[in-house]
């Protein structure tokens, strides 16, 4: 079982990077072609309801893909095909008049999303928003197919299947840029742009569902015809666990509502959220399916109270190993923002003003990078022990929290103004709001978890994490003196140099003040990232 786990880790680990990177590309072609302008600065508000879709509904582990895989992996494939389409009937039905409703109501949902947007990007954003409404069918599609992929043990299509949404984005800027030249970057083809843009959104959610028709027939399990029989026990105990696990799911999408509400008052937050957010996803999804997947299983295997002492020691290695990776990731991003930024967007209508708005966005996402993967290994291990609950909770209070440091971090109504000069931060305030709930999150869920399984260690885990943090500053001050200091060449390469030896500088700072400083996860990751060198195997 453990080689088996090992292999799906390593397959999901390879797919995910080759998702990932183009995505990168992605942006980097969306950036070099509409930087922070209209067509990009209105999309990301158009794709927030759709987007919210097909994270939610179409995303590996979200709640349709996770109730799928839960219900058909314990059923006959005959059951599972029949369970599938008579799911896929219902879903769709219900999906395809959520479809409508965007299409119908795309001026009044703009309104509410950005209600600051100035007429030009709010009129581009309703039309994107209609051309993407679509994806609301297809993400439910999306997330059910590759759920019932998995539970047939197949696991490659559906991780890698994001890599088409990339494609064709890519593909629809090219044929754009291919009609319109440098003109692409004009204020008066932000329209046409905008629209591109969103249908090749919708064009790659499309080809995510078509992807997955033949792998489905292959397993048996793709019978395309309408099921009206919700009365199968199949179908009722998917709809079961798919009910409250998109509830407390979608609670997690709301602060990104509560951003951009926010956000609409500030020319181009927006399209720099989207920016910098990919910068940090990037690394931290790649280290969270390497971290996540092979401990959730031991989680749950650990759930009985004979067992309590190894699932500390285990909570613990999650804990550990994601602060000994995600501090001096957080801190090397801050401390190098700006080469960052530079190597990856600047070019085309990227230009230096984008660059520093991202890069202070990018700035306040690193200080928040431990928090965001230790709360996701706290609820996983919630979610071992059977309880769902606590976190729900902790979702619903975090939304409210969210709104309150929104306003106070970057401005809103009140009876004394519109906002608090002193702690008006800008667009980084936005994202410094959900650092803020992430760490208050990540403490309670610990407080809690402590609360029920007593005799966690927390002093001498507070102590370690104090350790490895002074660690992260030391590596993130050398990275950023060398990168100030030294004079580097112009262009891409002078970039790419800068970049890479001050990060490469700073790793190896971190590396040798965390292991002498005593830390176990430190140490251990020193061995493993030593043992792939090559020669690595010999030390």
């Known amino acids: 079982m453990a080689k088996s786990l090992r292999r799906i880790a390593l397959i999901v680990a390879v797919a995910t990077a080759l998702s990932k990177v183009a995505g990168l590309v992605r942006q980097q072609v969306i950036a070099a072609a509409f930087g922070v302008g209209a067509a990009y600065d209105a999309y990301n508000y158009a794709y927030v309801l759709p987007g919210f879709l097909l994270i ?35 879903v769709g039905v219900g999906l395809l008049a959520v479809t409508l409703i965007l299409v119908i109501a795309a001026n009044p949902l703009i309104d509410l999303v950005g209600p600051g947007l100035e007429a030009t990007r709010h009129d581009i954003a309703v039309q994107q928003l209609r051309w993407m409404a679509p994806m609301a069918l297809f993400a439910g599609l999306i997330g059910l197919g590759f759920g019932a992929l998995n539970a047939a043990d197949e696991f490659w299509l559906p991780a890698v299947s994001p890599l088409l949404s990339s494609v064709a984005v890519i593909g629809g800027i090219g044929l754009l840029w291919w009609q319109l030249g440098a003109a692409i970057t004009l204020p008066a083809t932000a329209l046409i742009g905008g629209i591109v843009l969103a249908g090749s959104t919708t064009l790659g959610a499309v080809l995510q569902w078509l992807i997955q028709l033949p792998a489905l027939a292959r397993q048996g399990l793709g019978h395309f015809r309408l099921v009206w029989d919700w009365r199968d026990p199949g179908v009722r105990e998917v709809l079961q666990v798919m009910g409250p696990a998109t509830l407390s799911s979608g609670m997690l999408q709301i602060n990104v509502f509560t951003d951009l509400f926010f956000a609409s008052g500030i020319v181009g937050a927006a399209a720099g959220l989207g ?70 967007y600047e ?105 029920r399984l007593g005799g966690m260690p927390l002093r001498l885990w507070a102590r370690d994490t104090l350790l490895l943090l002074l660690a992260a500053l030391a590596a993130a001050l050398v990275a950023w003196a060398l990168s100030a200091w030294v004079t580097w060449p112009a262009g891409l390469l002078g970039r790419l140099l800068q970049t890479c030896l001050c990060a490469g500088l700073g790793l190896a700072i971190y590396g040798l003040t965390a292991s002498a400083a005593g830390v176990p996860e430190a140490r251990q990751l020193q061995r493993q990232l030593l043992a792939r060198l090559p020669g690595g195997g010999a030390r």
Do not use: C, K
Request: no cysteine.
């Open 275 to 344: 920016y910098a957010n990919l910068l940090v996803q990037t690394p931290l999804g790649l280290l969270s399916n390497a971290l996540l997947v092979p401990l959730l299983p031991v989680f749950a295997r650990l759930t009985a109270p004979s067992d309590r002492t190894e699932l500390i020691a285990r909570i613990r290695q999650g804990l550990m190993l994601s602060n000994a990776s995600m501090l001096p990731m957080g801190a090397l991003m801050v401390a190098l923002a700006g080469p960052i930024v530079a190597l990856i």
């Open 347 to 451: 070019r085309g209508a990227f230009d230096a003003g984008a660059a520093a708005l991202v890069g202070g966005l990018l700035m306040a996402y690193g200080v928040g990078m431990p928090a965001y993967l230790a709360r996701d290994v706290l609820v996983r291990v919630f979610y071992a022990l059977g309880d769902g609950t606590t976190p729900f909770r902790f979702s619903m209070a975090g939304i409210g929290l969210n709104v309150v440091f929104d306003w106070l971090l970057v401005g809103g109504p009140s009876p004394w103004g519109l906002q608090l000069p002193a702690l008006n931060f800008g667009a980084p305030g936005l994202v410094l709001a959900t650092v803020a709930v992430n760490l208050i999150t990540s403490a309670g869920l610990l407080l809690a978890l402590q609360a």
């Open 56 to 90: 939610l509904l179409g995303g590996i582990n979200g709640p349709f893909h996770s109730a799928m895989v839960s219900v058909l992996a314990r059923r006959p494939r005959q059951e599972g095909a029949h369970v599938l389409a008579a799911i896929n009937t219902l």
